[in-house]
């Protein structure tokens, strides 16, 4: 027992021991940890704010903290305090130790102090270790994409398809839609943002904004910042502040951006979009009523939304009306197509006139309808059509809209010959940045392309060489209804187009205007004596004209554009239409007039003279010509070429020589088409530069002086286009001999495109078209004695003459019209590639052609 008290007694004393010797030692120590505890609170409070920095900037990005950091933040934050205390009241401890430090005049207090400070130092070490976050917060759950309501679509499947595949193309990072107003570009961008929600993608954000006419940064951040969801209060920042805001959450997201409406370019990076490129993979799709806008927005894929096809069309607008409408009359179904039929498979018209329709139950209503419809009158159309449609009008500069409004003096759907048009702007006065035409049709260019790009006017095709266009229905509807705002001032139009009219319209409904059209009609006789003193443009072309009275143009002072053009029963001109002192533009083509009348001369302002295509014209009097002091667009070509002229005061009668002489003084001509017969007439026209430099199209007829034609005379024409030879019965081989003897030299007619060969009964090769490589349009007819287009024997001299070895013929072809060709064996000899060809032509009349020089594609 003693033993066991003794051992028990030693264990006491030496835990005691331990005891006051671990107190002492929180007191001895305090010298090195208080500066160790404010070390280690420094760099707490900077890990603290470091912290506190990325949950601020999560916050800013909508983005959720980690419930782990603000446990955290909220340790570290009493640690702090707590430490701040310890640090604060360390100098007074250090005031009560004595003896080297190692005693203090109060020891429980200080032994106490000195073990929180050591505690302190081990929390604050954990706590540190814990504060190495990856990450701070997390996505806010929330819908990548808020689904839109729409309409059910028509007709737009193959285009949300395009839409689709252009998403899906990696290097696809921009799509710009464009098209008309009302044709359902929104309704389309509206299929696409919603297909996000439907379709599987990796897509982490969509967003939608509408930019519209008016287009304000500062709007279109607060539209993309109600799709990402910022506060109201985010509203009040400044743009700059937004564009970083917007610019920080899509700059780490896989995004979608949508904007609707765009009318002119939009500065991605003022509002905090970032560009999408490969690299993120992110896209921006837009639409906007203009091409131009696509370009300018960088869009790798431009879409065109088209207007409905007639089916659909059709479709649409039942839906609209209702079939109980629809069958309440047997007449309805028929009138109703009818009135589809005039809104042009547009379909803002469509859902506007058939909602509109849907009550009307008798015939009578529809007729009505269909007859408003006509005269661009009916309410529905004024009150909601016509007002979208006209902010793309009123978005043009003054001289585009002119030259707008002017294309709706044109019948429904006509195709409208580019150069034309042009030319009626430039003598209207309508391109005043140029003097010459030929410097206008550069103005006049960028005029349509803008249309164009703008989808005010459509692509037409092309009619005899000449690429045309023509105005949707609809948009022409809107412009008459603009030209009827402005009966007011003095630019009133006066439009009957295709309206079967069979005499002129009552004077008093047309005495006030400035343009007037009548073209398409059955009008036969022009009366009276109008009197119209605004009156600037009139389209007479297309009717039936066998008469216009003597007193018609006394009082029409500043007519400026008269088009007569396919009067074919015309065959006089009246004596009056020497009143018509301003006359800029007369048009004669396809007329049956017979003679130009002397009283012409008193035309001194004129600049444009048509008398192509005028089978019956034989004679133009001595000097008149020659009046036309300012003539710069002089046409005369696919005229008939007869034998009895007459011979007495008619430049026309003998080789025409007499005409290019009258033509020789009139400086200002720049575009010349025109027919010569004979050699000497060649030589003589070929011999002044002005007509190398400005002649478009030859017409060569009745070549007999020789039996060889050298086409190499023509070489220095230097803006020919089009190249006729007919009824050279003597022609018998077109040779290709140099006529400079310069190494450097290449001969080759790049400038023409259409070629035509007809009647030259001893001709039995054309290989002289290798010269012509830019050729689209080739025809041949009637010549006898033709056995080979291309000949392969007569191909060295081509090289010979253009030092190319077999050059490759036909690369630009696009129609080959062949007839009456009875010997003809081969068009080559060889397979061509034929790039670019649409259409060949074999009429009657070519039995030993048994190849065409096409391969298996």
Same mark, same amino acid.
């Given at each position: 027992?003693?033993?066991?008290?003794?051992?028990?007694?030693?264990?006491?004393?030496?835990?005691?021991?331990?005891?006051?010797?671990?107190?002492?030692?929180?007191?001895?120590?305090?010298?090195?940890?208080?500066?160790?505890?404010?070390?280690?609170?420094?760099?707490?409070?900077?890990?603290?704010?470091?912290?506190?920095?990325?949950?601020?900037?999560?916050?800013?990005?909508?983005?959720?903290?980690?419930?782990?950091?603000?446990?955290?933040?909220?340790?570290?934050?009493?640690?702090?305090?707590?430490?701040?205390?310890?640090?604060?009241?360390?100098?007074?401890?250090?005031?009560?130790?004595?003896?080297?430090?190692?005693?203090?005049?109060?020891?429980?207090?200080?032994?106490?102090?000195?073990?929180?400070?050591?505690?302190?130092?081990?929390?604050?070490?954990?706590?540190?270790?814990?504060?190495?976050?990856?990450?701070?917060?997390?996505?806010?759950?929330?819908?990548?994409?808020?689904?839109?309501?729409?309409?059910?679509?028509?007709?737009?499947?193959?285009?949300?398809?395009?839409?689709?595949?252009?998403?899906?193309?990696?290097?696809?990072?921009?799509?710009?839609?464009?098209?008309?107003?009302?044709?359902?570009?929104?309704?389309?961008?509206?299929?696409?943002?919603?297909?996000?929600?439907?379709?599987?993608?990796?897509?982490?954000?969509?967003?939608?904004?509408?930019?519209?006419?008016?287009?304000?940064?500062?709007?279109?951040?607060?539209?993309?910042?109600?799709?990402?969801?910022?506060?109201?209060?985010?509203?009040?920042?400044?743009?700059?502040?937004?564009?970083?805001?917007?610019?920080?959450?899509?700059?780490?997201?896989?995004?979608?951006?949508?904007?609707?409406?765009?009318?002119?370019?939009?500065? #991605? $990076?003022?509002?905090?979009? /970032? %560009?999408?490129?490969? *690299?993120?993979?992110?896209? &921006?799709? !837009?639409?906007?009523?203009? +091409?131009?806008?696509?370009?300018?927005?960088?869009?790798?894929?431009?879409?065109?939304?088209?207007?409905?096809?007639?089916?659909?069309?059709?479709?649409?607008?039942?839906?609209?009306?209702?079939?109980?409408?629809?069958?309440?009359?047997?007449?309805?179904?028929?009138?109703?197509?009818?009135?589809?039929?005039?809104?042009?498979?547009?379909?803002?018209?469509?859902?506007?006139?058939?909602?509109?329709?849907?009550?009307?139950?008798?015939?009578?209503?529809?007729?009505?309808?269909?007859?408003? #419809? $006509?005269?661009?009158?009916? /309410? %529905?159309?004024?009150? *909601?059509?016509?007002?979208? &449609?006209? !902010?793309?009008?009123?978005? +043009?500069?003054?001289?585009?809209?002119?030259?707008?409004?002017?294309?709706?003096?044109?019948?429904?759907?006509?195709?409208?010959?580019?150069?034309?048009?042009?030319?009626?702007?430039?003598?209207?006065?309508?391109?005043?940045?140029?003097?010459?035409?030929?410097?206008?049709?550069?103005?006049?260019?960028?005029?349509?392309?803008?249309?164009?790009?703008?989808?005010?006017?459509?692509?037409?095709?092309?009619?005899?060489?000449?690429?045309?266009?023509?105005?949707?229905?609809?948009?022409?509807?809107?412009?008459?209804?603009?030209?009827?705002?402005?009966?007011?001032?003095?630019?009133?139009?006066?439009?009957?187009?295709?309206?079967? +009219?069979?005499?002129?319209?009552?004077?008093?409904?047309?005495?006030?205007?400035?343009?007037?059209?009548?073209?398409?009609?059955?009008?036969?006789?022009?009366?009276?004596?109008?009197?119209?003193?605004?009156?600037?443009?009139?389209?007479?072309?297309?009717?039936?004209?066998?008469?216009?009275?003597?007193?018609?143009?006394?009082?029409?002072?500043?007519?400026?554009?008269?088009?007569?053009?396919?009067?074919?029963?015309?065959?006089?001109?009246?004596?009056?239409?020497?009143?018509?002192?301003?006359?800029?533009?007369?048009?004669?083509?396809?007329?049956?007039?017979?003679?130009?009348?002397?009283?012409?001369?008193?035309?001194?302002? +004129?600049?444009?003279?048509?008398?192509?295509?005028?089978?019956?014209?034989?004679?133009?009097?001595?000097?008149?010509?020659?009046?036309?002091?300012?003539?710069?667009?002089?046409?005369?070509?696919?005229?008939?070429?007869?034998?009895?002229?007459?011979?007495?005061?008619?430049?026309?009668?003998?080789?025409?020589?007499?005409?290019?002489?009258?033509?020789?003084?009139?400086?200002?001509?720049?575009?010349?088409?025109?027919?010569?017969?004979?050699?000497?007439?060649?030589?003589?026209?070929?011999?002044?530069?002005?007509?190398?430099?400005?002649?478009?199209?030859?017409?060569?007829?009745?070549?007999?002086?020789?039996?060889?034609?050298?086409?190499?005379?023509?070489?220095?024409?230097?803006?020919?286009?089009?190249?006729?030879?007919?009824?050279?019965?003597?022609?018998?081989?077109?040779?290709?001999?140099?006529?400079?003897?310069?190494?450097?030299?290449?001969?080759?007619?790049?400038?023409?495109?259409?070629?035509?060969?007809?009647?030259?009964?001893?001709?039995?090769?054309?290989?002289?078209?290798?010269?012509?490589?830019?050729?689209?349009?080739?025809?041949?007819?009637?010549?006898?004695?033709?056995?080979?287009?291309?000949?392969?024997?007569?191909?060295?001299?081509?090289?010979?003459?253009?030092?190319?070895?077999?050059?490759?013929?036909?690369?630009?072809?696009?129609?080959?019209?062949?007839?009456?060709?009875?010997?003809?064996?081969?068009?080559?000899?060889?397979?061509?590639?034929?790039?670019?060809?649409?259409?060949?032509?074999?009429?009657?009349?070519?039995?030993?052609?048994?190849?065409?020089?096409?391969?298996?594609?």
């Amino acid at each position: 027992n003693c033993c066991s008290v003794q051992c028990s007694f030693e264990n006491f004393l030496l835990r005691g021991w331990d005891f006051i010797v671990g107190h002492a030692n929180y007191v001895c120590k305090l010298k090195q940890t208080l500066p160790t505890l404010s070390a280690a609170l420094q760099e707490l409070r900077a890990l603290r704010n470091d912290v506190q920095r990325e949950v601020d900037v999560a916050d800013q990005r909508l983005l959720k903290p980690f419930e782990r950091v603000q446990l955290w933040l909220s340790t570290a934050d009493t640690m702090i305090t707590e430490a701040e205390n310890l640090v604060s009241n360390g100098p007074q401890q250090m005031n009560n130790l004595c003896l080297g430090g190692c005693f203090s005049e109060n020891c429980l207090s200080s032994y106490k102090f000195g073990k929180r400070v050591a505690e302190m130092l081990q929390e604050i070490s954990d706590h540190k270790s814990k504060g190495a976050f990856e990450k701070v917060a997390e996505d806010q759950p929330a819908a990548s994409v808020v689904v839109r309501p729409v309409e059910q679509p028509v007709a737009l499947e193959s285009t949300i398809q395009k839409v689709w595949s252009g998403i899906e193309d990696k290097d696809v990072g921009i799509i710009g839609l464009y098209g008309l107003g009302g044709v359902g570009k929104t309704t389309l961008l509206t299929q696409i943002n919603n297909k996000f929600s439907t379709t599987r993608n990796d897509f982490k954000v969509v967003v939608w904004a509408l930019v519209s006419k008016d287009y304000d940064v500062g709007k279109i951040q607060d539209r993309i910042g109600e799709s990402i969801g910022f506060l109201e209060t985010w509203k009040n920042k400044s743009v700059d502040q937004k564009a970083v805001d917007i610019y920080g959450i899509l700059s780490d997201k896989r995004f979608v951006v949508l904007l609707d409406d765009l009318w002119e370019r939009v500065d #991605l $990076k003022q509002v905090g979009i /970032p %560009k999408p490129s490969q *690299e993120n993979g992110s896209k &921006l799709i !837009f639409t906007t009523r203009y +091409l131009e806008v696509c370009g300018e927005m960088g869009a790798r894929k431009k879409i065109k939304v088209e207007c409905l096809e007639p089916e659909k069309a059709w479709e649409l607008f039942q839906d609209k009306v209702g079939d109980e409408t629809l069958n309440s009359h047997p007449d309805i179904p028929n009138l109703a197509k009818q009135v589809a039929e005039r809104c042009g498979g547009l379909p803002l018209a469509l859902i506007t006139i058939g909602r509109a329709m849907a009550c009307k139950t008798t015939p009578g209503e529809w007729k009505y309808a269909i007859e408003m #419809l $006509k005269r661009s009158a009916l /309410p %529905k159309m004024e009150e *909601e059509v016509f007002p979208l &449609l006209k !902010f793309s009008y009123e978005n +043009l500069p003054i001289t585009m809209k002119s030259c707008l409004l002017y294309c709706c003096m044109y019948p429904e759907d006509y195709c409208i010959p580019r150069k034309r048009l042009t030319e009626y702007w430039f003598c209207e006065g309508l391109l005043n940045e140029f003097d010459r035409i030929s410097e206008a049709q550069m103005q006049g260019d960028y005029i349509i392309s803008s249309l164009l790009s703008a989808c005010l006017l459509e692509r037409g095709g092309e009619i005899g060489g000449e690429d045309c266009v023509k105005m949707h229905d609809v948009i022409r509807d809107m412009a008459l209804w603009i030209t009827c705002e402005l009966e007011a001032s003095e630019n009133k139009f006066f439009v009957k187009t295709g309206v079967q +009219l069979l005499e002129e319209p009552d004077v008093k409904a047309w005495e006030d205007a400035k343009r007037m059209s009548v073209m398409k009609n059955k009008i036969e006789v022009l009366r009276g004596t109008p009197n119209c003193p605004n009156l600037k443009t009139l389209f007479l072309r297309e009717n039936k004209l066998e008469v216009i009275s003597d007193g018609f143009f006394h009082f029409i002072p500043h007519l400026t554009v008269l088009n007569l053009s396919e009067n074919r029963t015309i065959r006089a001109l009246p004596k009056g239409i020497s009143q018509l002192i301003s006359l800029e533009c007369l048009d004669l083509s396809y007329t049956g007039i017979t003679e130009l009348p002397i009283e012409l001369k008193s035309l001194k302002k +004129l600049k444009m003279l048509e008398l192509s295509y005028m089978y019956y014209l034989r004679k133009i009097p001595p000097h008149l010509i020659t009046s036309f002091s300012k003539l710069q667009i002089f046409r005369m070509n696919h005229c008939q070429i007869t034998e009895d002229y007459p011979e007495e005061d008619n430049v026309l009668n003998g080789n025409n020589e007499l005409l290019i002489e009258e033509l020789k003084s009139l400086q200002h001509l720049n575009i010349i088409r025109i027919w010569i017969k004979g050699m000497s007439a060649l030589e003589r026209f070929l011999s002044f530069h002005l007509f190398r430099s400005y002649t478009q199209a030859l017409q060569l007829s009745n070549f007999r002086e020789s039996n060889v034609f050298n086409v190499l005379c023509l070489e220095n024409m230097e803006h020919l286009e089009e190249l006729c030879f007919q009824y050279c019965e003597s022609t018998e081989e077109m040779k290709m001999e140099k006529l400079s003897t310069s190494i450097n030299y290449t001969p080759c007619f790049h400038t023409l495109n259409r070629v035509s060969i007809l009647r030259c009964n001893k001709l039995t090769d054309v290989t002289w078209l290798i010269l012509a490589p830019n050729l689209r349009f080739l025809s041949i007819y009637g010549c006898a004695k033709v056995e080979e287009i291309l000949s392969e024997e007569k191909l060295g001299e081509v090289t010979d003459v253009v030092g190319i070895p077999n050059p490759k013929p036909f690369m630009k072809l696009e129609t080959l019209d062949l007839g009456n060709l009875p010997e003809l064996k081969s068009i080559y000899w060889d397979t061509l590639p034929f790039p670019c060809l649409k259409t060949i032509c074999l009429w009657w009349g070519c039995p030993k052609l048994e190849k065409l020089p096409l391969n298996s594609h």
